[in-house]
Each structure stands twice: as structure tokens, then as C-alpha cells.
């Protein structure tokens, strides 16, 4: 099993360019999650989803989109870079048992700088 | 105002000492997480702890959660350089599946 997937892994944008960072998992996992990590602040949670055609927002969400068309994609999108969103994205997924203390399996991240 | 914090922000310590970082609330959850994340890599869960004053092992590692499940500690007993990078508790909002991440503990071990 290749785990979580993301890519790209460096991206550089121009403030007001669009982009959609991929993030796909063969685990059959239902829940899928968005982070952002910056300096000193942690993971933040972006958007999540918990099965396919389902999504929600988490603590940061606004200037990104997202959706779950299949169980194995979800897709980040920035319709209008800003540099505020210069940063390292992590994509995660976890088994949805029902519980809230279950693993969380993040991929590699992607990081990217908006000029 | 940042739901979980941790201390200390910052630890570099010698390879074989003894150390115990804190995560911090003044919430109730009903479990607590903690994740380590190495250089260019994402975070990896070591340990879920639920039942309050729970103490939890892993190798080297102690984990306890606290007895009003407010807050929890991490012991390293002989920290070795492998054990160098970035410690992160989480836990979820009541009722919800959305995480919430502290602002990390980054320790340093020399050898």
C-alpha cells in the first residue's frame, strides 16, 4: 500500500493564480482531512470530509475548496492564491469507526509559496 | 487563544537525560493524542490515551493523561538522538471529527 499521497511536493505560486493540490489514499479510509502547518501555530484543520459527497469546514477554511467525489481523492483547491496562504499543507486519513480517537495517517506534504 | 498548549516550546537536551514535555487545556476531552513529526515528513501517531489518569508506555516513552482529562505529559526516560523532532498532542471537539493540533514541543537530542 502505497498510504497517503499528495503531490505536488513544492509548488510556487503568484498571488491571485489558481491550484488544486491532489491528495489520494488506497486505504479504503472513510474520513479525510486538510492541515496547514505554519511556524509556531501546529495543524490547523482546513476542510474535512467523512465519506465520499461529504465535506465540511474546520478551523481555517476560507480561500480553499474542497470536495469528495470518490473515497480515495480529495483534492485541495485555491481559487485565488494569497501569500497568507504560503505554507505546508498536509493531506490525512483515518479509518471512521465511529470513535474520535482513531489514527490519522498523513501524507508527505506539499509545501507551497505564494509570491 | 489556543485550546491545547504545550510546553516547552523549545527543549535541546544531551543524549541519556531525562525529559517531560505538557500539553495543556482548560477543556475536558474525552482523549487525547500524541503525534511525532520528523523533518519533511508528517506527524505519526504514537499513542491515544482515554480514561482519565491513564498511563500508557511505549519503549522509552511515558504518556499520562490527567485525572479530570484536562491535560497530559510525555516522559522520555535516556532520550536518544532518534528521538529528535516535533512532538504535537491533539484531540477533537465534543461531538465532532474535527481535530484540533497543539503548537508543539521541538526537542533536540545531541549525541
Known amino acids: 500500500n502505497a498510504g497517503v499521497t499528495q503531490t505536488p511536493k513544492f509548488q510556487v505560486l503568484k498571488t491571485g493564480q489558481s491550484m488544486t493540490l491532489q491528495c489520494a489514499q488506497d486505504?479504503?479510509?472513510?474520513?479525510m482531512s486538510w492541515y496547514r502547518q505554519d511556524p509556531g501555530m501546529g495543524l490547523r484543520l482546513i476542510h474535512y470530509?467523512?465519506?465520499?459527497?461529504?465535506?465540511d469546514q474546520g478551523e481555517v477554511p476560507n480561500g480553499y475548496n474542497v470536495s469528495r467525489s470518490t473515497t480515495e481523492d480529495f483534492p485541495l483547491r485555491l481559487l485565488s492564491a494569497a501569500p497568507s496562504q504560503t505554507s505546508v499543507y498536509f493531506c490525512?486519513?483515518?479509518?471512521?469507526?465511529?470513535?474520535?480517537?482513531?489514527?490519522?495517517?498523513f501524507g508527505p506534504g506539499t509545501r507551497l509559496t505564494v509570491l | 487563544t489556543q485550546l491545547l498548549e504545550q510546553s516547552p516550546q523549545f527543549l535541546s537536551i544531551q543524549e541519556g537525560e531525562n525529559l517531560t514535555v505538557y500539553c495543556n487545556s482548560s477543556s475536558v476531552f474525552s482523549s487525547l493524542q500524541w503525534y511525532r513529526q520528523e523533518p519533511g515528513e508528517g506527524p505519526v501517531l504514537l499513542v491515544t490515551v482515554v480514561t482519565g489518569g491513564e498511563v500508557k508506555k511505549l519503549k522509552r516513552l511515558t504518556f499520562q493523561f490527567g485525572d479530570a482529562r484536562k491535560d497530559s505529559s510525555l516522559h522520555i526516560t535516556a532520550a536518544q538522538p532518534g528521538d529528535t523532532g516535533l512532538y504535537l498532542c491533539?484531540?477533537?471537539?465534543?461531538?465532532?471529527?474535527?481535530?484540533?493540533f497543539g503548537t508543539g514541543t521541538r526537542l533536540k537530542v545531541l549525541a
Open positions: 491533539a484531540v477533537t471537539t465534543s461531538g465532532t471529527y474535527k481535530y484540533i
Open positions: 490525512a486519513s483515518m479509518h471512521h469507526s465511529g470513535g474520535a480517537s482513531n489514527e490519522q495517517f
Open positions: 470530509s467523512v465519506g465520499a459527497g461529504i465535506t
Open positions: 486505504m479504503n479510509h472513510e474520513y
